[in-house]
């Protein structure tokens, strides 16, 4: 019981880590796109 609880608990961690990472990635390029726009129109 204790290890399915274990397994369960690391694999919504490892979800919630990814899906920080992915969030993180998007962030920078979402700001470097902004920025690249920006040089372009200036």
């Known amino acids: 019981m204790a290890a399915i ?4 608990l690391a694999l919504a961690m490892n ?3 990814v899906g920080f990472v992915v969030a993180a990635i998007a962030g920078v390029f ?3 796109f902004l920025a690249k726009d920006r ?3 200036r």
């Open 5 to 8: 609880l274990m397994v369960a």
């Open 30 to 32: 979402l700001v470097y």
């Open 39 to 41: 040089r372009y129109l």
């Open 15 to 17: 979800r919630i880590f």
